[in-house]
């Protein structure tokens, strides 16, 4: 079975502080990708950083970077230097192969001044 | 490039009615879907396709329809309105990638907020 499982519904973060967004998943297939998005409060899902299953290093951009430890099947997402413009869901997402994506129920982020 | 495409923004409708949510994308993407959102529960999948003239359910298929005659459109359907349709939804194309692929994103239209009444 494919899941994909976000422990935090809210989350609290200092402006210019880091944190670290959880998520596990569960996959028997050799080969995925996980992904994580933000959702706004205006609505749209935007793209924010990708992790191979054969990935040796862990995928950085910008201030993003994704925490991927195989072994205990997570992908955790780290912003770092907390902006008030990082409010949002942040919403983690699983593709094996076989195309369909799964994702996680969301962590709703607030990045207090 | 206009991405993927969304219509209407909004919609009620009557418990009851039918009505089409249309989706483009102008990526020549393979991969579309149908997702919706309801609080506390993330996206959910309601239909895909991997192509032209193939479609596949998701997780939440039933009162919904679709159909996939080109690659750049993918309407959903619903049949006949019930008020556990309430949603937003949202429709996301992308890559396929070699061998079924899993490494491309996808990209989503900016979403369909339906209220049934």
């Known amino acids: 079975a494919q899941k994909i499982t976000q422990t935090q519904p809210g989350m609290f973060v200092q402006e210019k502080e880091a944190v670290t967004l959880d998520c596990t998943y569960d996959t028997s297939d050799p080969s995925y990708g996980l992904f994580w998005y933000k959702q706004p409060s205006s609505g749209e899902m935007i793209f924010l950083i990708y992790?191979?299953?054969?990935?040796?290093q862990n995928a950085t951009e910008g201030r993003y970077s994704l925490n991927f430890q195989k072994a205990r099947k997570s992908a955790n997402l780290v912003i770092s230097a907390s902006q008030l413009g990082d409010s949002a869901m942040y919403f983690c997402?699983?593709?094996?192969?076989?195309?369909?994506?799964?994702f996680g129920t969301g962590t709703s982020l607030t990045v207090i001044p | 490039n206009a991405g993927v495409t969304q219509t209407p923004k909004f919609q009620v409708l009557k418990t009851g009615q039918s009505m089409t949510l249309q989706c483009a994308q102008d990526m020549n993407h393979e991969y579309m879907s149908w997702y919706r959102q309801d609080p506390g529960m993330g996206l959910r999948l309601i239909h895909y396709s991997v192509g032209a003239g193939i479609t596949d359910q998701g997780e939440v298929p039933n009162g919904y329809n679709v159909s996939r005659s080109t690659t750049e459109d993918f309407p959903l359907r619903l049949l006949s309105a019930a008020p556990s349709q309430t949603s937003v939804y949202f429709c996301?194309?992308?890559?396929?990638?070699?061998?079924?692929?899993?490494?491309?994103?996808?990209?989503f239209g900016p979403g369909t907020r339906l209220t049934v009444l």
């Open positions: 997402a699983m593709r094996p192969t076989g195309n369909q994506f799964y």
């Open positions: 996301a194309s992308s890559y396929l990638g070699l061998a079924g692929g899993f490494t491309d994103t996808q990209y």
């Open positions: 992790q191979g299953s054969y990935d040796q």
